[in-house]
């Protein structure tokens, strides 16, 4: 069988949490990478094209938020999960707001990694199925072949994560869908995370989409249940 492994790249400064995770990443079946610095991350990513990083945020130099950063725009297809110190809370969120599409919270057990990965990897295959219809939206068009979102013809970036919520919208136009339904349907039932994760998503998502995020247009809050994807 000439199966295609799925490339992860693992950031981490400490060569024995690092070292940890890439044999358990290689057990599980992908091909693993392995990078000590932030830069020597983004380097690495721009010239081996991982489809998963796997980013702690303390690391000397530039900061797993930094490299979220730098390779979110250019790499919108990549998926990024961070690697937060447990008490830093607010790290979750920050990682989340800059993009990133999962986090886990260090000391981990490496199966959930893995569980983790593989959950967002079926997620976009099955957004990726071929569908020759696009979902239109007065001047909002959802490419589901080119995983590729348009608003009045010019394209928006979507990571993976925020093209599969905003997916789950526009093919339930005016219908009230409560934030369990929709964090289910993304992240799936097993999943065992914050409903806040949803609420940042809503937030990036309005932020790329909407002329004032502060006064939205397309996604609007049902306030004690969900979001509606107006139909005004
Ligand atoms: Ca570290």
Redesign the pocket.
């Given at each position: 069988m000439n199966e295609v492994k799925v490339k992860v790249l693992v950031v981490?400064?400490?060569a024995s949490?690092r070292k940890f995770i890439a044999i358990n990443l290689e057990r599980s079946g992908f091909d693993v990478l392995e990078a000590e610095t932030g830069e020597k991350a983004v380097e690495m990513a721009e010239a081996y094209k991982p489809d998963v990083l796997v980013l702690?945020?303390?690391?000397p130099g530039i900061d797993g938020f930094e490299v979220c950063t730098r390779l979110r725009d250019r790499m919108p297809e990549l998926i990024i999960i961070m690697?937060t110190a447990r008490g830093q809370d607010i790290d979750k969120i920050t990682g989340l707001e800059l993009g990133a599409d999962d986090y886990m919270v260090k000391p981990f057990n490496p199966r959930e990694l893995t569980a983790r990965i593989n959950t967002v990897l079926r997620r976009m295959e099955r957004s990726k199925l071929p569908e020759d219809v696009p979902l239109e939206y007065k001047n909002l068009v959802m490419d589901l072949k080119s995983q590729k979102f348009f608003k009045d013809g010019r394209e928006i970036e979507l990571t993976p994560t925020e093209f599969s919520v905003l997916k789950m919208f526009m093919s339930n136009v005016g219908r009230a869908l409560s934030r369990n339904e929709l964090f289910n349907s993304v992240w799936g039932k097993n999943y065992f995370g914050d409903l806040k994760t949803l609420d940042v998503y809503i937030r990036r998502i309005r932020e790329k989409i909407e002329e004032d995020p502060s006064k939205p247009r397309y996604i609007e809050t049902v306030w004690g249940y969900g979001y509606r994807w107006c139909d005004k």
């Open positions: 981490e400064d400490e949490i702690d945020v303390m690391l690697l």
